[in-house]
């Protein structure tokens, strides 16, 4: 059961805003709460930090809503699954 992924994503510039994208991804099965987080804009993509939270997250659909409105996966930076999230040691985060 999926608890919470992080995902490192690249997204287009153009097209729907990271506001409309969060919507998008919100409505995904098991999603309670998602956050984005713009880390690098160039020219044409923008790299995003895609937190989400919620129990048994549906992977093959929220990555289904992000190649559909243009994001590619980049990385999965964190991934926390089972009856609870274990938060990372402190040295991990700094």
Do not use: C
């Not at 409505?27 to 020219?43: M, P, Q, S």
């Not at 559909?68 to 985060?93: F, N, T, W």
């Amino acid at each position: 059961m999926l608890r919470r992924l992080i995902l490192d994503v690249l997204y287009p510039v153009r097209g729907e805003s990271i506001v409309e994208l969060s919507i998008h991804l919100s409505k995904v099965e098991g999603v309670e709460a998602v956050n984005i987080t713009v880390k690098e804009v160039d020219v044409d993509t923008q790299n995003i930090l895609v937190v989400v939270e919620g129990e048994n997250i549906s992977f093959k659909e929220l990555k289904e809503v992000l190649e559909k409105h243009g994001g590619v996966i980049h990385s999965v930076d964190q991934v926390s699954a089972g009856s609870r999230v274990i938060e990372p040691p402190q040295y991990l985060i700094e």
